[in-house]
Nanobody, 125 residues
């Protein structure tokens, strides 16, 4: 069974930075894809950044140039480096993992079976 555990959330002022971590345990495949999603109160869960099976990295338009998604294969840990945070980035952040799928599903919530418990990020103005 694959388990994902996020950490690193917290409260920060606008313009600040945070780094989230997502540690994977259990049986995984070399061609897995991983992604970060977020969900604000009253809104649907949306994709933030993802790494596809072939290493292609994708970012949602609203975080391009501010967020990065480094992967440490040795530690089986995915990170989300968030810079120049804005109040609208406030949300619960989740990491997700699953096997290969076409790139058009990179931010499709329904195509990921394994999810972490989430970590809260709050950005004040």
């Amino acid at each position: 069974q694959v388990q994902l555990v996020e950490s690193g959330g917290g409260s920060v002022q606008a313009g600040g930075s945070l780094r989230l971590s997502c540690a994977t345990s259990g049986y995984t495949y070399g061609n897995d894809r991983m992604a970060w999603f977020r969900q604000a109160p009253g809104k649907e869960r949306e994709g933030v950044a993802g790494i596809e099976s072939d290493g292609t990295i994708r970012y949602a338009d609203y975080v391009k140039g501010r967020f990065a998604i480094p992967l440490d294969n040795a530690k089986n840990t995915l990170y989300l480096q968030m810079n120049n945070l804005k109040p609208e980035d406030t949300a619960m952040y989740y990491c997700a993992r699953d096997h290969w799928a076409p790139s058009r599903f990179a931010f499709d919530v329904g195509t990921y079976r394994y999810w972490g418990q989430g970590t809260q990020v709050t950005v004040s103005s």
